[in-house]
C-alpha cells in the first residue's frame, strides 16, 4: 500500500538507457536529499552494479517503504528486467522494450497519484527505433499514452524556451505549424505557466519561423497568413503575447528580459541559445500532461557510461524542479 504521508513528494526516476549514463546518475543522486522520496523504475541489478562502478554507496528498498520512507543514500525499486544484460556504453537493441517499459510504469503511476511527478533519464532514440519500434521521445510517448496535447519546455534559471515543433526533420516543419495547433501550444504554455510555474499573468514571445519574422513577407508568409492571426486571436482572450518577433534579436538580454517565456517554432530555433547559456543546468519539461514531468538537457553519453565522469547537475536540476512543481500542485 502506497503511504498516505504526502508532505514529501513521491518522485518516479526512470534510468533510460541502460547502457548510457542515467543509471549511475541516478544511483549519484540518491546521495542527496532533494526533499522527496526518490523511486527508480528499471532493472535492480543494472542500478546496483553501476552505483558500485562508479563509487556510489546506494541502498535500494523495494517499493513502497512504508511509514520509513527514504532519505539520503537510500532509494526505492521498482524492478523492470532487462531483455539482456547491459554493457556500459555498448547499445543493444534487445533491450529497447525494456527502456519502453519503464516509462510505461512510470506514466501509469504518475496518471494513478502513485507518484506526484516524473524524471526521467536520457534514451537513446536510434537503437529503439532498429529494434523496430517507432519512437520519437519522451515527449510524444508520454502525450500519446496521456491521451492529450502537451508542449516542450526547457528552463534554465528564468529561461524558458517551448516549441511550437519539436523532434521534425526541418522540412517538414513549415506544414506542422498550423493555426490550431499554434492556438493549442500557446494557450497550454500560459496556462502551465500560471498554474505549475505560480506566474500570474506571463509574458509569451513568439518567435517567426524565417530570417526577420519573414522581412514583410519577402522571405516566407509564415509570420503574415499563420503566426500574426493566432497571436491577435488570443490576445483577444486575454494572453499577452508578444510578436512575432525574429529569432536573432530576441534573445538580446535587453529584449528576454521583458519575457517569461519564449515559443520557438522548431527545435534548433531555440534550443541553441538556452543550451548555450545553461547546459549541464537546464531541466526539460513536458507541459499539459496531467502529471509533472521533467528530464535532463543532455543524451546517453555512451563514452563516459560505467566511468563516474558523467555531470549529474542536470538531473539535480530536474529532480528540484520536478519537487517545486509537484509541491505546488499537490
Not at 503511504?3 to 526516476?13: C, H, M, S
Not at 519503464?102 to 536510434?126: C, M, N, Q, W, Y
Amino acid at each position: 500500500m502506497v503511504r498516505a504521508d504526502r508532505r514529501r513528494p513521491r518522485i518516479a526516476l526512470t534510468a533510460g538507457e541502460p547502457a548510457g549514463v542515467g543509471p549511475e546518475l541516478i544511483a549519484r543522486l540518491a546521495a542527496l536529499d532533494v526533499g522527496a522520496d526518490l523511486v527508480v523504475i528499471a532493472d535492480r541489478a543494472l542500478i546496483a552494479h553501476r552505483a558500485t562502478d562508479t563509487g556510489c554507496d546506494l541502498e535500494l528498498q523495494t517499493w513502497p517503504a512504508g511509514e520509513a520512507g527514504y532519505h539520503a543514500g537510500v532509494i526505492g525499486v521498482i524492478d523492470v528486467a532487462l531483455n539482456t544484460p547491459s554493457i556500459a556504453g555498448r547499445l543493444d537493441a534487445a533491450n529497447a522494450g525494456y527502456v519502453l517499459a519503464t516509462l510505461a510504469r512510470a506514466a501509469d503511476g504518475a496518471a494513478s497519484g502513485e507518484f506526484d511527478a516524473i524524471v526521467t533519464a536520457p534514451v537513446h532514440k536510434g537503437i529503439i527505433n532498429d529494434a523496430g519500434i517507432a519512437f520519437t521521445g519522451h515527449t510524444e510517448f508520454l502525450a500519446e499514452r496521456a491521451g492529450c496535447d502537451v508542449v516542450m519546455m526547457l528552463v534554465a534559471a528564468n529561461l524558458r524556451v517551448a516549441l511550437a515543433t519539436t523532434h521534425l526533420p526541418l522540412a517538414m516543419v513549415p506544414a506542422a505549424i498550423t493555426r490550431a495547433s499554434l492556438v493549442r501550444t500557446l494557450r497550454i504554455l500560459q496556462h502551465d505557466l500560471r498554474t505549475r510555474f505560480g506566474i500570474a499573468e506571463p509574458t509569451i514571445a513568439v518567435l517567426g519561423l524565417n530570417p526577420h519574422a519573414g522581412e514583410s513577407g519577402h522571405l516566407g508568409r509564415e509570420e503574415i497568413d499563420t503566426i500574426t492571426p493566432v497571436i491577435e486571436q488570443l490576445r483577444g482572450e486575454g494572453l499577452d503575447l508578444v510578436g512575432p518577433l525574429p529569432a536573432d534579436t530576441a534573445f538580446v538580454p535587453m529584449h528576454l528580459k521583458h519575457y517569461d517565456a519564449v515559443l520557438a517554432m522548431y527545435h534548433d530555433q531555440g534550443l541553441p541559445v538556452l543550451k548555450h547559456a545553461g547546459f549541464g543546468r537546464a531541466v526539460n519539461v513536458t507541459l499539459g500532461l496531467p502529471y509533472v514531468r521533467t528530464s535532463v538537457d543532455h543524451g546517453t553519453a555512451l563514452d563516459l557510461a560505467g566511468t563516474g565522469q558523467a555531470d549529474v547537475g542536470s538531473l539535480v536540476a530536474a529532480t528540484v524542479l520536478a519537487v517545486e512543481l509537484a509541491q505546488r500542485r499537490v
